[in-house]
């Protein structure tokens, strides 16, 4: 069967449907670091790449390649890979696309992680960085069209929910040769599809929507073939390999990934509705309300507006704590992109890594909120923010 045409039935099948050893219908764990071979000329053609198989865990693994299928075929990509954590994907695919001398243009507004590689280690390295106003594409292009040997974006950002125009600046990028790194994290392949909007390489934290039940961390790389090997090669070198126990969970918890989508994507809507509406909100971030300033480039490449939302209070950072002690129906922690909400300040979450200066500099009030709709009733999520604002 054609596994690729619905994201509902890839989600299930893509990357899978051979019975397994017994008969077994559910991927195995396959808990083994090394795998053994009866016949020398097996292992040998194994071991040079003339056969398929696995040698060593740290490489490759029977558990953890469905998955990498799994992504595979969801984003329409030639080949994937996979980490023990989004940012171990992250920083080795940016260490092993970049060289002393090189260059690489980003945005400002990157997940806090990614931002550290970008100010402290890459130049180290001795590449120049260079982080653009997210939202001025035009200085994006400007600064891209100097040359550039990566171009590295993040749709929506966190915290503020800006949106940048993948197929501009992918096009930008490529008249100079670059390769154009997509974060889709927050989308997963059932909202957005970088790789078919011009991007190269689409990186994922897949501990977050794909896995999407906060029990497991995993990362994901998927595109172009011949760049997918080289960053497959400096992973199995340095070695953030994810393990086989974590992977069969994550291909676990993707076989809902549509069914889940669908929902985030309803109650993140329902409940930046209901904000927008409130007296005590001052702003809401959220690119399926119509006045967000980039909705019409959201509506154009994305499916779904998703679950991930943040508003600011009127009443500043006193009434940001009073709200989030009185909220019931969600956790107050970091991470996002599970089946229950989960909600915190981006100074203890998504940005903790940065100083108070640095997430001033990035835009980012100190009383604003982070929200990650669940997958709970929608009145119920609307109903227990409703209790909690009427105490601020
Ligand atoms: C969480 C996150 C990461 C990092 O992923 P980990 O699995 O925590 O290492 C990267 N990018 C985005 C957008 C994230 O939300």
């Not at 120049?128 to 993040?154: M, N």
């Not at 100079?176 to 599809?193: E, H, L, S, W, Y």
């Not at 089946?339 to 100190?366: F, K, M, N, Y």
Request: glycine share 10%.
């Amino acid at each position: 069967m054609d596994t690729t045409t619905n994201t509902g039935t890839a989600s299930v099948w893509a990357g899978e449907g051979k019975l397994a050893s017994e008969g077994a219908i559910v991927t195995p764990v396959y808990n083994s670091v090394t795998f053994g071979f009866e016949a020398m000329d097996d292992w040998f053609d194994v071991a040079l790449g003339k056969k398929p198989g696995h040698i060593y865990s740290r490489n490759t693994n029977p558990t953890v390649r469905p998955l990498e299928d799994k992504i595979r075929i969801l984003d329409g990509g030639e080949e994937a890979t996979s980490f023990s954590t989004g940012m171990a994907a992250i920083s080795n695919t940016l260490f092993a696309l970049l060289k002393a001398g090189d260059r690489v243009v980003s945005i400002k507004d990157t997940y806090g992680g990614s931002n550290k590689v970008f100010i402290e280690f890459l130049p180290r390295m001795q590449v120049e960085v260079h982080l653009c106003d997210t939202s001025d594409f035009a200085a994006i292009e400007r600064e891209v069209s100097k040359g550039c040997t990566v171009l590295y974006l993040e749709t929506p950002t966190n915290p503020t929910m800006k949106i940048v125009d993948i197929e501009r600046l992918a096009k930008a990028a490529h008249a100079v040769g670059a390769i154009v790194v997509v974060d889709n994290t927050f989308n997963t392949p059932v909202n957005q599809r970088p790789l078919a909007l011009g991007a190269d390489l689409v990186v994922y934290s897949a501990t977050k929507y794909l896995n999407g039940h906060s029990d497991a961390m995993g990362g994901l790389v998927v595109g172009r073939k011949s760049l997918v090997d080289r960053i497959y090669h400096y992973r199995e070198i340095t070695g953030a390999s994810l393990h086989a126990q974590p992977a069969s969970m994550i291909v676990r918890g993707m076989k809902t990934l549509e069914l889940r989508m669908l929902r985030h994507n309803e109650n993140g809507m329902a409940v930046a509705r209901f904000l927008a509406g409130h007296p005590k909100v001052d702003q809401v971030f959220y690119p399926g309300l119509p006045e967000h300033p980039n909705h019409a480039i959201a509506k154009k490449q994305m499916h779904g507006f998703g679950g991930m939302l943040s508003f600011s209070l009127k009443g500043g950072f006193d009434s940001v704590v009073v709200v989030l002690q009185s909220l019931k129906l969600a956790h107050k922690a970091a991470s996002l992109g599970s089946v229950g909400t989960l909600v915190g300040p981006p100074r203890t979450t998504s940005h903790v890594e940065l100083s108070a200066q640095e997430r001033a500099d990035a835009g980012i009030p100190e009383g604003l909120i982070r929200y990650s709709a669940g997958i709970e009733n929608a009145d119920d999520l609307i109903a227990d923010l409703e209790q909690a604002l009427a105490r601020a």
